[in-house]
Nanobody, 121 residues
Framework: QVQLVESGGGLVQAGGSLRLSCAAS????????MGWFRQAPGKARALVAGISSAGTTYYADSVKGRFTISRDNVKNTLYLQMSSLKPEDTAVYYCAAGLRTGLRLERQDYWGQGTQVTVSS
């Protein structure tokens, strides 16, 4: 049974930092392209960042220079380091895994349950 379990969300002031984690089990983690999506109230879910099995990364323009995606293929864990947070970063953040897909995770095979990030002004 595949599980993606996010953690690390919370409430932070604008300008602050948070680190999200996504612990994966039940799949050959190192073979999967992984990514972080987010969904704000009333908006569609959107890709924030993606990372290939080899470590190549992609970032949405809105987070470039502020967020860093990384992965530990030994610990089967995906990370998202978020810095210089803005109120508009407030959303539920989801991790996703895709096997036959590009860096933008056009295809997602598995999803986590999400973790709330709230940035206060």
């Amino acid at each position: 049974q595949v599980q993606l379990v996010e953690s690390g969300g919370g409430l932070v002031q604008a300008g602050g930092s948070l680190r999200l984690s996504c612990a994966a089990s039940g799949l050959p983690f190192s073979s999967y392209t992984m990514g972080w999506f987010r969904q704000a109230p009333g908006k569609a879910r959107a890709l924030v960042a993606g990372i290939s099995s080899a470590g190549t990364t992609y970032y949405a323009d809105s987070v470039k220079g502020r967020f860093t995606i990384s992965r530990d293929n030994v610990k089967n864990t995906l990370y998202l380091q978020m810095s210089s947070l803005k109120p508009e970063d407030t959303a539920v953040y989801y991790c996703a895994a895709g096997l036959r897909t590009g860096l933008r995770l056009e295809r997602q095979d598995y999803w986590g349950q999400g973790t709330q990030v709230t940035v206060s002004s």
